[in-house]
């Protein structure tokens, strides 16, 4: 009996010594960085006693269990603040860490392009035939009064169909190509008249017309400018106008022959909205110009714009 008790004395302070010997593992830790490159977010954790890794990107998509994981992120028109959490599951139980960043505004080049010049991308761009209205308005600081407006499509219906056919690919490193697949582009009789350029006449009495044969410009480019005071010299009147300026507005300039939309003297043109799908233009042509006012803008065409397949 006594080797018995002797015996299970040792066994119960043997436990004891394993139990006190023992060490609990420790929880993990966890802290991460986020690098924001526009939509594209790049993340690295610093952790401890980890086994299991859950990212929830706070956009509503997935969790995902990556270590170093690459999320894109939907770009909208205003800056988004979101809050990214991370939480590490261990052996020792699991901690959870957040982190805000901030998501960029998609920028007008984006939109215009769909790409940035560290990711190129182009997109292409045409006349809307299903556009709500085609107006021509005076060349004046408000465009107002309202010279015409007509359906949209009419151009088709004044024997310048072409002109929805032929589209103006920008790309995101700046450089324009137009491509007259109707055979021709869209321009101002005038302009063409005075300037010797072929074309099919002046459709429907408009001062429009439809330039043939045309040579996409070599080395055309496009610039984007926001908040511009942009001064233009105008004739919208039947009297020459003088410089008209429109206060902080957005602009597409060009070099090397470059436009959009229709070919004239004036190639840098007002732009009211730019989204993915849709530009609304102002573009200023001679269409009818005053006596000795040639070359100076009286109409400002309010055009939309589709992307082009």
Known sequence: MKKYFKLAGLLFLGLILVIGCKKETP???????????????????????????????????????????????????????????????????????????TIPAKTKLQYLTGGTPAAPSSRKWRISQSAPSFMINFATATFTPNYKTYPGGILAAVGLSAVYNDSFEFSSDGTLTIHPNGGGI?????????????????????????????????????????????????????????????????????????FLGILDWSSECIIETLTDTQIIADIFVSAVPPPGQVGKPNFALHLYFEVAP
Not at 76 to 86: E, N, P, R
């Open 27 to 101: 929880a993990p830790t966890a802290s991460f960085t986020a690098t924001v490159n526009g939509g594209v977010v790049t993340f690295k954790a610093e952790v401890t006693n980890s086994s299991k890794y859950e990212w929830d990107f706070g956009d509503g998509s997935y969790i995902n269990t990556l270590v170093a994981p690459v999320h894109t992120y939907a770009q909208i028109a205003v800056d988004q603040v979101i809050t990214v959490t991370l939480t590490i599951k261990g052996p020792g139980g699991q901690v959870t860490v957040s982190n805000k960043i």
């Open 186 to 258: 869209f321009a101002g009789y005038v302009y063409c008249a005075l300037n010797g350029v072929p074309n099919a006449g002046n459709a429907g009495g408009s001062g429009l017309t439809y330039a043939t044969p045309f040579t996409s410009p070599a080395g055309a480019t496009f610039q984007i400018n926001e908040n511009k005071d942009f001064t233009i010299t105008t004739a919208p009147d039947g009297a020459h106008a003088g410089a008209v300026t429109y206060p902080n507005v957005t602009t597409l300039s060009f070099t090397n022959g470059g």
